[in-house]
């Protein structure tokens, strides 16, 4: 082996020289979480937990559905908790998730901002009512895929409100589930119905509910569908018999329920697996969300993150701009025509309409010639209620059913951006948002289902007014000047 001899006085030159060197700050790592409903509708007053194994924030969205930045380490992962609302729409239900780290550089940024986006199911009220000479049947608001209905058999005396959602795969079974205080994950449940209900008596005829597969145990051995009773409240089960669940069949790849007996007041899951785990079991369960207290400034806070980063030679006094929104004008997406089912092809009606929500980093300013280095990591999974199909943004995987249905889209990807600030019209630098627009649009269209006639199922005899979407996604910036 060669040696390289160096002299001691360059070897201490170099030393100094290492000891001189301006050392590299560990960047400043921030989160921020955008909540939209399955809708795609942005969810102002959304709680969120962010919990790693050095920080827990508790925050709350804004009118764009958007947490504040708060400092949150991406690269050690953590757990995400979105807790039930009260939304626009009906119930926002709660979901805990594992955050899985992004693939961000180890070094040389000044900030890594982790942006994540992700839709909460929203349970759509309804009333179950019997009507005294016929069955009757109540769906998904329109432009919602037909993923559930309930029937109630003509004659029934039953009447009450009740809130419904689908939960659209086995990840989304098991994140409500674990939210409500039960691990399912070795249940393998693919598909599944909530139903916020009161306490109530379905008798012995009760009430059918369907539920839509989407082909996901196509071909499976069987179709099991469990119920779980999440009752709430602080004292012991009730006596007396619980609800009991029967599948009666499945016709046009939707399993079909009669749900009898007494349901508590709390949550009921009807979730749906093959045969492989054994019959068909009811599980009542005391319903056990977690305890998410919010900040006395509401979770809030202002929203910016860390900002007087100035750097540079800064005249102060200064005071700070807030950028303008920049100004997209005017793009769009195609929606493609849903996928024919067993009764045919879909036909367009109506006007195609778009949308645009954003998401905002947070501000800063420098003084005049600094430089900021940003990595922005965005991890994006959408579920919705309709069928989402159409052209995505590059490096998105579009999620599909076993049918070939397309319920939804996730997006992970990480960029480095590198900003200069300039003069500004002061002389005393600038201030920079980074920008990010989720655009979406809508194009309803007739499809034809099944109805109930004379408690018999009757294909093809309901025309229900369905949406697909597309969605696109453009990253802009914006800076403005600094001013005395």
């Known amino acids: 082996m060669k040696l390289t001899v160096v002299p001691i006085a360059v070897a201490l030159t170099l030393f100094a020289t290492a000891l001189l060197q301006p050392r590299t700050a560990a960047p400043t790592k921030l989160t921020s979480v955008q909540v939209f409903s399955d809708r795609l509708e942005p969810l102002p007053g959304a709680t969120i937990r962010l919990t790693n194994r050095d920080a827990s924030h508790v925050v709350t969205t804004d009118a764009e559905g958007q947490s504040p930045w708060v400092e949150f380490d991406p690269s050690q992962g953590g757990e995400l908790v979105v807790t039930d609302m009260v939304a626009p729409a009906g119930i926002g239900l709660g979901f805990i998730e594992r955050l899985v780290a992004p693939d961000l550089p180890d070094h040389g940024e000044d900030a890594h901002h982790w942006w994540i986006s992700r839709t909460q199911p929203v349970a759509a009220p309804i009333l179950v009512e019997g009507n005294p000479d016929s069955w009757t049947s109540v769906r998904p608001p329109e432009g919602d895929w037909p993923h559930w209905v309930v029937a109630v058999p003509g004659g029934s005396p039953l009447r009450f409100s009740c809130h419904v959602a689908p939960l659209l795969d086995r990840e989304a079974v098991e994140q409500y589930a674990a939210y409500r205080g039960r691990d399912v994950r070795d249940r393998g449940y693919v598909r599944g119905v909530a139903l916020v209900v009161p306490s109530v008596r379905l008798g012995d005829e009760g009430i059918v509910v369907g539920l839509s597969l989407l082909g996901d145990l196509q071909g499976a051995d069987g179709v099991i569908v469990d119920a779980y009773d999440f009752f709430s409240g602080t004292g ?249």
């Open 236 to 484: 012991a089960v009730a006596p007396g018999p619980g609800v009991e669940v029967e599948l009666l069949h499945v016709t046009n790849d939707v399993a079909y329920v009669r749900l009898t007996g007494a349901v508590r007041a709390g949550h009921l899951g009807l979730f749906a697996r093959t045969s492989t785990a054994g019959p068909a079991e009811v599980f009542v369960v005391r319903d056990d969300p977690p305890e998410v207290a919010v900040p006395a400034d509401g979770g809030r806070g202002d929203g910016q993150g860390p900002e007087r980063d100035e750097g540079g030679a800064t005249p102060p006094p200064t005071t700070e701009c807030e950028p303008e929104v920049p100004d997209l004008g005017e793009y769009s997406c195609d929606p493609l025509a849903p996928a024919p089912n067993y009764c045919g092809a879909a036909t367009p009606t109506g006007k195609r309409s778009c949308e645009v929500v954003r998401m905002r980093s947070p501000r800063y300013c420098k003084g005049p010639g600094s430089t900021l280095r940003t990595t922005q990591a965005e991890v994006s999974r959408w579920k919705v209620t309709f069928n989402l199909a159409g052209e995505v943004p590059s490096g998105t995987r579009k999620l599909k059913s076993g049918g070939g249905f397309e319920y939804g889209q996730e997006a992970s990807t990480a960029v480095t951006d590198e900003w200069t600030a300039g003069e500004g019209e002061h002389g005393l630098g600038q201030c920079i948002r980074w920008f990010r627009f989720y655009l979406t649009c809508v194009q309803p269209y007739v499809v034809l289902v099944e109805d109930f006639v004379d408690g018999e199922i009757v294909p093809c005899e309901r025309p229900s007014t369905v949406n697909t979407l597309c969605t696109d996604l453009t990253v802009s910036e914006a800076t403005c000047s600094r001013t005395p």
